[in-house]
Nanobody, 127 residues
């Protein structure tokens, strides 16, 4: 499975930016789609989540400003970033969890959840 992010770049404080992520090379269904970010010198943090049934969750720091949306059929997830702040500057990573069929031994298979990561897209915030 390959995840490719796009849309990163330079944005002014108060501006907007839209990140996109598309998964390819998989036949499996989406369970959960997430966006993470990692600022310089900080740990990676979860920004937003959307499940395959449309449940949404956001980090407190982005609530009311960011909007996550996912398309299960197309295997894409977007992050609309509004009213961007300097502290939003980071490398943003998409993460998609798929429900996959695994080999359980001779004649046996089982369903399991597998996570995949994109390589990241840089968001810089400056006036």
């Amino acid at each position: 499975v390959r995840l490719v992010e796009s849309g990163g770049g330079l944005v002014q404080p108060g501006g907007s930016l839209k990140l996109s992520c598309v998964a390819s090379d998989t036949i499996y269904d989406v369970n959960v789609m997430r966006w993470y970010r990692q600022a310089l010198g900080k740990e990676r943090e979860l920004v937003a989540t959307v499940t395959n049934v449309g449940s949404l969750n956001y980090a407190d720091s982005v609530k009311g400003r960011f909007i996550i949306s996912g398309d299960n059929a197309k295997k894409t997830v977007d992050l609309q970033m509004n009213t961007v702040k300097p502290e939003d500057a980071a490398v943003y990573y998409c993460n998609i969890e798929f429900r996959e069929l695994a080999d359980g031994g001779p004649g046996a298979t089982y369903w399991t959840n597998v996570n995949y990561w994109g390589t990241g897209t840089l968001v810089s915030v400056s006036s």
